[in-house]
């Protein structure tokens, strides 16, 4: 069954960086896309970006443009989502999610707390 | 960026009733539009995708329609387990924009 399983909470001091990693299993990785999506407390979703499970292609959300960067590696099945110079406003849960039919996100990590405090 | 419209905010029905959430987008997203609940510290889950297709496993009362700027979801004969927030989200483009949520009440 596919799964995606997520590495564990960060806490960061603001200024810092922070790596999520996301691990894929039960599915042909290079034939999927994978999103980012983090949720503030008490908010919405937040859709930050996507890379190719195929060449590592990426779109990032204009929002975190210069600060957010996915990578894959592919003999692992994994996905990577680095976030640099945190403030307290990305204190959120963030989740990876494959892309499913017509850029839906049908199977999701269990989500990784990310903490920004001083 | 498409900005998304989501109402009612909120909404509290009865087990057996009839509900129906409204998305609206700025633009037309044709049918690129999902819908997804999500139960207080779960992720999110994908109920119905381009608009109107109900993802696999899913019980037929969740269902969706609409096409453009303007999409519904419906639940017929609400059970207890449909307590939850719901999301609409675009993904006719980047950024892949998510609605405010719906979060529904059983009585």
């Known amino acids: 069954q596919v799964q995606l399983m997520q590495s564990g909470a960060e806490v960061r001091k603001p200024g810092a960086s922070v790596e999520v990693s996301c691990r894929a299993s039960g599915y042909n990785f290079s034939r999927f896309g994978v999103a980012w999506v983090r949720q503030a407390p008490g908010q919405g979703p937040e859709w930050m970006g996507w890379?190719?499970?195929?060449?590592?292609?990426?779109n990032y959300a204009q929002n975190f443009q210069g600060r957010l960067t996915m990578t894959i590696d592919k003999s692992t099945s994994k996905v990577f989502m680095e976030l640099r110079g945190l403030r307290s406003d990305d204190t959120a849960v963030y989740y990876c999610?494959?892309?499913?039919?017509?850029?839906?996100?049908?199977?999701w990590g269990q989500g990784t707390l990310v903490t920004v405090s001083s | 960026d498409i900005q998304m419209t989501q109402f009612p905010s909120s909404l509290s029905a009865s087990v057996g009733d009839g509900v129906t959430i409204t998305c609206r987008t700025s633009?037309?997203?044709?049918?690129?539009l999902n819908w997804y609940q999500q139960k207080p510290g779960k992720a999110p889950n994908l109920l119905i995708y381009?608009?109107?297709s109900l993802q696999g496993g899913l019980p037929s009362r969740f269902s969706g329609s609409g096409s453009g700027t303007d999409f519904t979801l419906t639940i017929s004969s609400l059970e207890p387990e449909d307590s939850a927030t719901y999301y609409c989200q675009q993904s006719s483009s980047t950024p892949r924009t998510f609605g405010q949520g719906t979060k529904l009440e059983i009585k």
């Open positions: 999610a494959r892309d499913g039919s017509r850029g839906s996100s049908d199977f």
């Open positions: 633009q037309s997203v044709r049918t690129y």
């Open positions: 890379i190719s499970g195929y060449n590592g292609n990426t």
């Open positions: 381009d608009a109107s």
